[in-house]
């Protein structure tokens, strides 16, 4: 059982950067593929970046392409969503999810954590 924490949200102006964190408090966290989703109000989640369990290969949505970098580190059970160039568009409540594949589709993942509030001013 994996549980999720996500951290690092917040308002920021356009241009700015956050550094997203998501903890897993499991013995298995570093066995899994992490993804970053996001919803924002009024939208279906969508998914932002993945990464492989190793952190050997990751994908990108092309919304966030050259501004996003999802990255890993598996002796502190941690992934992270580097946000730099952020725009108005980005505004969402951000979600870390673990799964068996690094896929583009929420429903390959398992365990997601509540959210973070990502906030974006023009």
């Known amino acids: 059982q994996e549980q999720l924490v996500e951290s690092g949200g917040g308002l920021v102006q356009a241009g700015g950067s956050l550094r997203l964190s998501c903890a897993a408090s499991g013995r298995t966290f570093s066995s899994y593929a992490t993804g970053w989703f996001r919803q924002a109000p009024g939208k279906e989640r969508e998914f932002v970046a993945t990464i492989t369990w190793s952190g050997g290969s990751t994908y990108y949505a092309d919304s966030v392409k050259g501004r996003f970098t999802i990255s890993r580190d598996n002796a502190k059970n941690s992934v992270y969503l580097q946000m730099n160039s952020l725009k108005p568009e980005d505004t969402a409540v951000y979600y870390c999810?673990?799964?068996?594949?690094?896929?583009?589709?929420?429903?390959?993942?398992?365990?997601w954590g509540q959210g973070t509030q990502v906030t974006v001013s023009s």
């Open positions: 999810a673990a799964g068996n594949v690094a896929s583009t589709v929420s429903r390959a993942y398992r365990y």
